[in-house]
Structures are given as structure tokens and as C-alpha cells.
């Protein structure tokens, strides 16, 4: 069995990490753990690649055009990015949409977030709210967010989408934008490379099945590899909320509001303690403790 640090000096070495934990564990699809340990062994990767001039262009079109579309549909107050990564799009995202808006981002790997935020503190942007949370229990309560959007988090998760699809669309209150692999639009040759990587596929029937209304579904005009276009798919949720939510983050398996007590994270539905680890909620239901006096120990010390 190979440790986590040969897995580091795998990709070091510029071997495909996915695949390789795909071997080790013996499966044909990317895992939750497959995606958790190759997306933070490559933490870095992707602020690093805005040091190349052409892929510094491309993200600043990418996000004008993301900004654009937002834009176009309304006038948002809240906006979620699912699966934010370093937030080298969110950063772009929120550098044209102002700083009157509040932004969130939540990502499976705490590395990634943790160089997000000091990567943004040196950029002209305030800092968004993050915490750890993965696709399928995403720990917000319902209805929360103006607009909802992905940038390829769902890409790897083959076999999902429609549990995926529902929880992105149990978030938001208005607009659920997806940039992810134009699978059914895009030629033989990529095609089979998403298929060789598990790459999502099958978006905008998925969403058409579960009854949603989708606004739009076609090729975005930028991608950063030819081999993997990025297609765009504006659903539209007609909810007749119009509520801001006094609490931030929920219970990911309860989907409850959560209480933060000393820096930490309750919750009263399931009687466990979400840490906060440097500053950053972690908020998977696998970072859960089970600590059901847990409120009552830190009220009676306070």
C-alpha cells in the first residue's frame, strides 16, 4: 500500500495520481477518497499556473465571461462556488461582480482552501467565507444562495450527477450555473480522454430528469484544454423564498442550522462538533466528532 507521501512524490513526478489510487484501490471510478487525496496532493498547482502568461489570460476571460452570465440572469446578493479549489476562479468572479456581494466557497481538501485565502490576501479582493464540505452533503441549509455555480468540481465524479445535481439545487434559491466537461458536444478524441479519466457526462439530461429547467446547455467560449471543452448549463429554480438565512453553515448530514461555540461548529440534530482547523470550518460529515455535552461543558466553563 503506498503512503500518502509516495503518492506526493507520484505527482512530483508528474504521474496521474487518480489513476494510480483507482489501481490501489482496486476500482474503476474516482472515489471520495480517490478525488480528497489527488485534488490536495496537487494543492498549489493552480495559483502556481497563473504564473504563465497564457493561462492568466484565459482565467480573466473565463471569469468576465462566468461574470457576465451571472449578470445577465440577476442582480445577486449571495453567491456559492461548489468545489472552489484555490479559488483561482472565484477571485476573478468576484475582482468584476464587486465586493458588495457575499461570496462563499467550499472545497473537499482543506490544503486547497487553506492556499486559497493566503493566496487571496494578496490579491485586491475581500476574503470569501470557506469551509470543507464534498458535493453530496453540502452544509448549507436550503435555498441559500442568489446563484450557485461549479468550475469543473463535478468533472470527476462520473456515476453522481444526479445526486450531485440535487444538492447544488437544494442550495440554491435562484440560478444553479454548471462549467463542467462538454461531453455530449465535444468530439471522439475528447470524448475518450473523459472517459478515461471518468469525467462527468449527461448534465443537462440528468437535470431535464429531475424536472428542472434548464435555461441553457452549450459549449463555453474558453476552456483551457482543447481535450476537455467546457460546456455551460444555466438552470433556473423558481423558489419562492425570499429569506436571508441567519445562520451560515448547516449540519452536511441534517441539513440544520449549526451553532458555533468557541471557534467550533454544533450540531443540536446530530450531537456532533464540527473543528475548525486554522480558521476554516471543516465541515464533512467525516470531520464530525460525536460529542453530545459538548455545548453544555463549554457553556458551564464560560
Not at 253 to 258: H, M
Request: overall charge negative; charged content about 20%.
Amino acid at each position: 500500500m503506498m503512503t500518502p507521501k509516495s503518492l506526493q512524490q507520484l505527482f512530483d513526478q508528474g504521474e496521474n495520481i487518480s489513476a494510480t489510487l483507482r489501481d490501489q484501490l482496486g476500482v474503476d471510478h474516482n472515489t471520495q477518497e480517490v478525488i480528497e487525496k489527488s485534488y490536495d496532493i496537487q494543492t498549489g498547482s493552480y495559483i502556481a499556473a497563473l504564473e504563465k502568461p497564457s493561462m492568466l489570460q484565459h482565467k480573466a476571460d473565463y471569469t468576465s465571461e462566468i461574470a457576465r452570465v451571472i449578470l445577465s440572469l440577476c442582480q445577486p446578493h449571495t453567491i456559492l462556488e461548489a468545489g472552489v479549489g484555490e479559488a483561482t476562479t472565484l477571485q476573478g468572479v468576484m475582482q468584476k461582480l464587486g465586493d458588495q456581494i457575499s461570496y462563499h466557497g467550499f472545497d473537499i481538501s482543506w490544503s486547497r482552501l487553506a492556499y486559497a485565502r493566503r493566496w487571496l490576501n494578496t490579491q485586491k479582493v475581500s476574503q470569501p467565507i470557506f469551509c470543507t464540505g464534498d458535493l453530496f452533503n453540502i452544509p448549507y441549509l436550503d435555498n441559500t444562495f442568489d446563484v450557485v455555480y461549479t468550475s469543473h468540481s463535478i468533472e470527476p465524479n462520473r456515476g453522481d450527477e444526479k445526486k450531485i445535481l440535487e444538492e447544488l439545487f437544494r442550495v440554491t434559491k435562484n440560478y444553479l450555473i454548471l462549467l463542467e466537461p462538454g461531453y455530449e458536444l465535444c468530439d471522439d478524441t475528447a470524448r475518450q480522454r473523459m472517459d478515461e479519466h471518468r469525467y462527468c457526462r449527461q448534465l443537462q439530461q440528468t437535470a431535464l430528469t429531475l424536472n428542472y429547467q434548464v435555461l441553457r446547455h452549450e459549449l463555453f467560449p474558453f476552456s483551457s484544454n482543447p481535450q476537455n471543452p467546457t460546456a455551460i448549463t444555466i438552470i433556473k429554480k423558481n423558489s419562492s423564498s425570499t429569506s436571508h438565512h441567519r445562520y451560515i453553515f448547516a449540519c452536511p448530514k441534517f441539513k440544520t442550522p449549526l451553532l458555533k461555540i468557541d471557534e467550533n461548529y454544533f450540531s443540536e440534530e446530530a450531537l456532533v462538533v464540527y473543528p475548525s482547523l486554522a480558521g476554516i470550518p471543516c465541515l464533512r460529515i467525516e470531520n464530525g466528532i460525536f460529542a453530545s455535552k459538548y455545548q453544555e461543558i463549554i457553556e458551564d466553563s464560560t
